[in-house]
């Protein structure tokens, strides 16, 4: 099955400076890449996504990139913000529509104020 | 925005009794899902349900656990006999294909 590693477990930033986090999945198969953030005591809620049909997507202040051929994909965050603290996590799936997620181990993202 | 709701947020059990976590999908969605979140760890996949039956399962799920739709609007999680290390944070989610996945906010299980 698909097994998907998520670096750094733990990644502090000075407020405004940027964050990156990468991740890597073992099955060829996966097609889809969601990024989640999750805030204490809540679910994980998507923040981007990117399919294997584009290698860069971005929103505002996000950006998901992503190469097949080493299968590895990487979350940027830019001119970071205190309210950006929170975990992290990376997953893959080998569709959009009835197809299970597979998660990285999460990273915890802090920003230094 | 639409939400999936969870219910209860938290719930207490003594090691040995029946659970059920339940959860209300966003309305048009077809396809839905239970994780696990055992604290400070990943997300696991449970089980995947679509047209009224499970599509897949993991090795987690085993014949403790049940899932059904039994009115047409809640899905819900049984666990039969709860052991001490079914304490997690468990999490619905559903979507409509090909649009992301929406998760509810948890449900904290303690076995005690």
């Known amino acids: 099955g698909e097994n998907v590693e998520q670096h750094p477990s733990t990644l502090s930033v000075q407020e405004g400076d940027s964050a990156v986090i990468k991740c890597t999945y073992s099955?060829?198969?996966?097609?889809?890449f969601p990024w989640y953030k999750q805030e204490l005591g809540k679910g994980p809620q998507l923040i981007i996504d990117i399919r294997s049909n584009v290698g860069e997507k971005k929103d505002q202040r996000i950006a998901v990139t992503l190469n097949k051929t080493a299968k590895h994909f990487s979350l940027h965050i830019t001119e970071t913000q205190p309210e950006d603290s929170a975990v992290y996590f990376c997953?893959?799936?080998?569709?959009?529509?009835?197809?299970?997620?597979?998660f990285g181990t999460g990273t915890r993202l802090t920003i230094i104020p | 925005e639409p939400e999936v709701t969870q219910t209860p947020s938290h719930q207490v059990t003594q090691m040995g009794q029946e659970v059920i976590l339940r959860c209300v999908p966003i309305?048009?969605?077809?396809?839905f899902y239970w994780y696990r979140q055992i604290l400070g760890q990943k997300v696991e996949f449970l089980v995947s349900?679509?047209?009224?039956?499970?599509?897949?399962k993991s090795e987690i799920f085993d014949d403790q656990f049940s899932v059904e739709r039994p009115d047409g609007s809640n899905f819900t999680l049984k666990i039969r006999s709860t052991k001490l290390e079914d304490s997690a944070m468990y999490f619905c989610a559903t979507e409509r294909g090909q649009h992301g996945y929406t998760f509810g906010s948890g449900t904290r299980l303690t076995v005690v």
């Open positions: 997953a893959a799936s080998s569709n959009f529509g009835n197809e299970k997620l597979t």
């Open positions: 349900f679509y047209n009224n039956e499970i599509s897949e």
């Open positions: 099955d060829s198969a996966s097609n889809y």
């Open positions: 309305s048009n969605h077809l396809y």
